[in-house]
């Protein structure tokens, strides 16, 4: 069923190639740049292990340079 409405939705937005899981993937990611602990995303998103979190999460170049100044 969700399944269903999701194309839909899409289809409207004349959005291509977004998967439902996508969204777990950037979420993930904006939540270590807000600051949040592996442990703490790992709990959020339903990860198992810090090694797939690890694969779901990638940070913005720009990010770290802001950290690092």
């Not at 839909?8 to 937005?13: I, S, Y």
């Not at 709990?43 to 170049?61: F, N, P």
Request: net charge positive.
């Amino acid at each position: 069923m969700i399944g269903k409405i999701w194309q839909e939705a899409l289809v409207r937005a004349g959005i291509r190639d977004l998967h439902f899981h996508d969204l777990r993937h950037e979420a993930a990611s904006r939540l270590v740049e807000r600051g949040l602990s592996d442990q703490e995303v790992a709990a959020i998103t339903g990860h198992k292990s810090m090694q797939m979190l690890k694969r779901y999460t990638h940070l913005r170049a720009e990010d770290l340079v802001k950290k690092l100044d």
